[in-house]
């Protein structure tokens, strides 16, 4: 049974930083794509970053140069480094991972970009 597991969202001021984490159980990271989404409320789950099976990495235009999508894989864990937030940036973040047509989601965690 595949599951994800998000962490590491709260509250933080502009121009601040957050780390979340994604941790795997029933799947290795590493075999699969995998991505970070994010869902603002009264709007659609929207594209952060992704990386493929190769370690490249993709990004939202909208978080091009403030975050980075990484892969640790002796953990089986998945990080998105966040820095220089805005807010609107806040949104309820998810990681996914895709393994063949299937796609797995975590339950997500808030992120409030706020002074």
């Known amino acids: 049974q595949v599951q994800l597991v998000e962490s590491g969202g709260g509250l933080v001021q502009p121009g601040g930083s957050l780390r979340l984490s994604c941790a795997a159980s029933g799947i290795i990271f590493s075999s699969y794509p995998m991505g970070w989404y994010r869902q603002a409320p009264g709007k659609q789950r929207e594209l952060v970053a992704t990386i493929n099976i190769g370690g490249i990495p993709n990004y939202a235009d909208s978080v091009k140069g403030r975050f980075t999508i990484s892969r640790d894989h002796a953990k089986n864990m998945a990080y998105l480094q966040m820095n220089s937030l805005k807010p609107e940036d806040t949104a309820v973040y998810y990681c996914?991972?895709?393994?063949?047509?299937?796609?797995?989601w975590g339950q997500g965690t808030q992120v409030t970009v706020s002074s």
């Open positions: 996914k991972v895709r393994r063949g047509r299937e796609d797995y």
